[in-house]
């Protein structure tokens, strides 16, 4: 603000940034091979005004051969796709664990139990299973025409929109029929506290409940950042991979349910 103007390099120092003029000119070492010593301070010029630590046992590196990384740009996108779906991974794989420990206990519980009750499964089991196939099937329309927004304009984002509203929807219907089907055993007497049979029953159908109402929070979220243009990619994946999995899950307990009861 006041006083003398500084000169362009007032500490007299060696290292590069003050060893070119400012802005840096095009060819600013008029095309001459530049030495620089490393270790222990990097880049500095090698010379008789530098510091003798610096010079002592320097290595020196000619920066023409001298790899440098690609540049990063503010534009460019990261990549979000390979985390989330690792972390997806392996809440899959707990869950597999879980019900895998749920399946084991239940059968070795029926081969020792003797007041084990047989019961039949009520048929709109089968309707909700369905439903839950078919909600993939839309999700995975969803996903297929998601990334073709730029190329088909707004038919597609509507295909997109009216797919995952779909998913939703079965979804819901879904979790309404598995309501829908406890209340129905539980007229049979078949509560959740009459016998070992009922007990693990319930625990099988509700913690495959609990996932499937985390999905339909998930989907809601999904068509919230869809609507307001700013749903990405992978997180489209991510979800599509969780919805996927719930329903091989629900076919997996169905198919427990089925051999042991």
């Given at each position: 603000w006041?006083?003398?103007v500084?000169?362009?390099?007032p500490?007299?120092?060696?290292?590069?940034?003050?060893?070119?003029?400012?802005?840096?000119?095009?060819?600013?070492?008029?095309?001459?091979?530049?030495?620089?010593?490393?270790?222990?301070y990097?880049?500095?010029?090698e010379?008789?005004?530098?510091?003798?630590?610096?010079?002592?046992?320097?290595?020196?590196?000619?920066?023409?051969?001298?790899?440098?990384?690609?540049?990063?740009?503010a534009?460019?996108?990261?990549d979000?796709s390979?985390?989330?779906k690792?972390?997806?991974w392996i809440?899959?794989?707990?869950c597999i664990?879980?019900?895998?420990?749920?399946?084991?206990a239940?059968?070795?519980?029926?081969g020792?139990a003797?007041d084990?009750?047989?019961?039949r499964?009520?048929?709109i089991?089968?309707?909700?299973?369905?439903?839950l196939?078919?909600?993939s099937?839309?999700?995975?329309?969803?996903?297929?025409?998601?990334?073709r927004?730029t190329?088909?304009?707004a038919?597609?984002?509507?295909?997109?929109?009216?797919?995952?509203t779909?998913?939703?929807l079965?979804?819901?219907?879904?979790?309404?029929?598995?309501?829908?089907?406890?209340?129905q055993?539980?007229?049979?007497?078949?509560?959740?506290?009459?016998?070992?049979?009922?007990?693990?029953?319930?625990?099988l159908?509700e913690?495959?409940?609990?996932h499937?109402?985390v999905?339909?929070?998930?989907?809601?979220?999904?068509?919230d950042?869809?609507?307001?243009?700013?749903?990405?990619k992978?997180s489209?994946d991510?979800?599509?991979?969780?919805?996927?999995f719930?329903?091989?899950l629900w076919?997996y307990?169905?198919?427990?349910?089925?051999?042991?009861?």
């Open positions: 006041w006083g003398k500084a000169s362009p390099n500490w007299e120092a060696t290292s590069l940034e003050w060893s070119i003029p400012s802005p840096p000119a095009i060819k600013s070492f008029g095309g001459e091979v530049v030495g620089v010593s490393r270790d222990p990097q880049y500095g010029f010379g008789p005004q530098d510091f003798v630590m610096q010079r002592t046992g320097a290595a020196v590196t000619d920066l023409t051969t001298v790899a440098l990384p690609p540049p990063q740009t534009n460019t996108p990261l979000y390979s985390l989330s690792t972390g997806m809440f899959i794989a707990a664990m879980t019900f895998a420990a749920l399946t084991s239940r059968l070795a519980r029926r020792s003797q084990w009750q047989s019961f499964l009520p048929v089991l089968y309707f909700n299973t369905v439903l196939v078919g909600s099937v839309t999700l995975e329309m969803a996903r297929r025409s998601f990334p927004f190329l088909s304009g038919r597609q984002e509507r295909i997109v929109k009216l797919c995952l779909i998913t939703l079965f979804g819901a219907v879904f979790l309404g029929g598995q309501v829908a089907a406890w209340l055993l539980r007229s049979q007497g078949f509560a959740f506290g009459a016998g070992p049979s009922s007990s693990f029953l319930y625990l159908l913690a495959h409940g609990v499937v109402l999905g339909l929070i998930a989907i809601a979220w999904v068509l950042k869809l609507y307001g243009s700013q749903l990405r992978p489209l991510t979800f599509e991979l969780y919805w996927h719930t329903t091989a076919l307990v169905l198919g427990v349910l089925l051999i042991t009861i």
